[in-house]
């Protein structure tokens, strides 16, 4: 690991705080500052700004619209944003750009390419991702929701669940099964699949925060094109890694920044509660503290692998696994600190029902309750602690699998 950056890196870095001197407000405190009835209002905008600039897409190649920059470069300009407290994108880009554009431009036909890519950035395609399944989360290999060729086209009948902002989206990337007779990783085909169609409907599921932003979505002989395939039929599990590798790509820069913003306005809340002076509080911040610098230093190991240009390996749930669950223990100090007010939270509630709040958010009760609710979430979604945990132990330990439960797979319930 070099915990340090090369020249050009910081050269770079200077480049990053021109422009975003030049293009956000004077007085610009991080987008947690504004109302919540504006958040969406200036993300979209604020794509605009990137796309214009050549920034949307910062590591995608220049013919393809992208930024070009080189994996230092991208890593600096993805801390920036984040200490500053501007999002890369909106909410779906995460989807869009991040997972299936960057997985079609490894895995796509030029025609694929040519087609989706330019409609990824204008942002008139606007994506969701249909992995987890109600028997098939953590578990992806389980999943049952079927695609059957007919003609040239797919028909897909089955369900998907926690579909993050699938409300707002108009196309999603689908796991099928075509080959119901194969061993479960190797009869699943990646689709691409229009949501605005017959057969397909979205449902929110209300959260404990209140919100909507996970989904369930059903399809009923929804159809996409025989051309809509990434990769091969039947071959869709190397593709659908690949995706899952470009997820957790620039956590590792922003994520030690987030929390670490996140911990100090922790400590400006306990101050202004006059909570510093218990003993046992200050031993749970000096404990916070302490969990964050050791994801900082995690974070640097991965950065610079990723500078290096080697590919994410099973080692990236280590640092799933620890932000998680840091997430939960550092949201369950917040509440102690405001004690009573927690029953009742007043003030603007967090924007986004992941992670921590905003960048700015002032230091209400609602951001600090509902970012409590969301850290549950945190040790489920993108896979479960206790997956996570198997995973450590079987692909980066070395230790032996563990035994499935009878009646664990589709086949098993097909049969039942």
């Known amino acids: 690991m070099d915990p340090t950056y090369p020249a050009e890196g910081q050269a770079y870095r200077e480049k ?39 920034l949307l897409a910062a590591s995608w190649p220049t013919e393809y619209g992208g930024g070009g920059l ?16 501007v999002p890369m994108g909106t909410p779906n880009d995460v989807f869009s750009i991040q997972m299936v554009g960057n997985t079609l431009l490894q895995w796509g036909t030029p025609e694929q390419k040519a087609h989706f890519i330019p409609r990824i950035l204008s942002g008139e395609d606007v994506w969701c991702q249909g992995y987890s399944e109600p028997n098939a989360g953590s578990d992806l290999g389980n999943l049952g929701c079927r695609a ?24 999603i990337f689908v796991l099928a099964r075509t080959d119901p007779d194969a061993p479960k990783h190797k009869g699943i085909t990646f689709l691409l699949v229009p949501m605005d169609q017959p057969g397909v409907e979205v449902r929110p599921i209300a ?44 956590a590792a820069a922003t994520m030690p920044i987030m929390f670490r913003t996140e911990l100090d306005r922790l400590v400006a809340l306990a101050r202004e509660r006059g909570r510093t002076d ?23 190991r991965a950065l610079t692998r990723f500078v290096r240009g080697e590919h994410p390996g099973p080692d990236g749930a280590i640092s799933k696994l620890y932000w998680s669950e840091y997430h939960r223990v550092v949201t369950e100090l917040a509440v102690d600190i405001l004690g009573a007010d927690a029953l009742a939270p007043t003030g603007r509630w967090p924007s986004s029902s992941f992670q921590a709040d905003d960048p700015g958010a002032p230091n209400d009760s609602a951001s600090w309750v509902g970012t409590f609710f969301n850290a549950r979430a945190g040790t489920i979604y993108a896979g479960t602690s206790q997956i996570q945990r198997n995973i450590i132990g079987e692909l980066v330990l070395g230790l032996p699998k563990e035994p499935k439960a009878p009646g664990s797979s589709w086949r098993d319930e097909q049969r039942a």
């Open 16 to 54: 990053v705080r021109a422009f975003l001197a030049e293009h956000l407000p004077a007085d610009w405190s991080g987008i947690g500052a504004l109302p919540r009835t504006e958040v969406r209002a200036f993300a979209e905008e604020w794509r605009r700004t990137l796309h214009t600039a050549g």
């Open 70 to 85: 080189s994996p230092l470069e991208q890593v600096v300009m993805a801390e920036e944003f984040a200490i500053a407290g």
């Open 148 to 171: 059957t060729l007919d003609g040239d086209e797919w028909v897909i009948d089955g369900q998907k669940i926690w579909t993050s902002a699938g409300h707002l989206a108009n196309w």
């Open 207 to 250: 959260m404990l925060s209140g919100e909507s932003e996970f989904n369930e979505v059903f399809f009923t002989a929804a159809r996409c094109p025989a051309a809509n395939v990434v990769g091969a039929v039947n071959g869709g599990w190397a593709v659908a890694m690949t995706l899952l590798g470009y997820e957790r790509g620039e």
């Open 278 to 300: 218990d003993p046992v509080i200050r031993q749970r911040l000096a404990w916070c503290h302490g969990q964050v610098e050791i994801m900082r230093y995690l974070g640097k």
